[in-house]
């Protein structure tokens, strides 16, 4: 399994921006597909966007507009940009990601440690 480290997490207001980073602890070959899921409390996971290798990027209609799913894989992360920020988006977000180690290896799939998104009025 390859260690994900979740960052960019915290306290923002409402309209806010912040930036969700997932970045492998290892050198790796690649980034084939992300999932940026969230908890909130008393809530159902959701799952929040997703993205492919081929850059194919899907949306929940509750972000769709305000949220973008990206991979960096010379930098072996992969982000969330969440911008306009609502009180509902406050939870617990955690990445998904399906890497390969090597171009001869199987995909691995790894989950991150989760960060914090506060959204205040």
């Known amino acids: 399994q390859v260690q994900l480290v979740e960052s960019g997490g915290g306290l923002v207001q409402a309209g806010g921006s912040l930036k969700l980073s997932c970045a492998a602890s290892?050198?790796?070959?690649?980034?084939?597909?992300v999932n940026w899921y969230r908890q909130a409390p008393g809530k159902q996971r959701e799952l929040v966007a997703t993205i492919s290798s081929g850059g194919f990027s899907n949306y929940a209609d509750s972000v769709k507009g305000r949220f973008t799913i990206s991979i960096d894989n010379a930098k072996d992360t992969a982000y969330l940009q969440m911008n306009s920020l609502k009180l509902e988006d406050t939870g617990v977000y955690y990445c998904y990601t399906v890497t390969k180690l090597y171009p001869w290896s199987p995909e691995v799939n790894s989950r991150g440690q989760g960060t914090q998104v506060t959204v205040s009025a």
């Open positions: 290892e050198r790796i070959f690649s980034i084939n597909s």
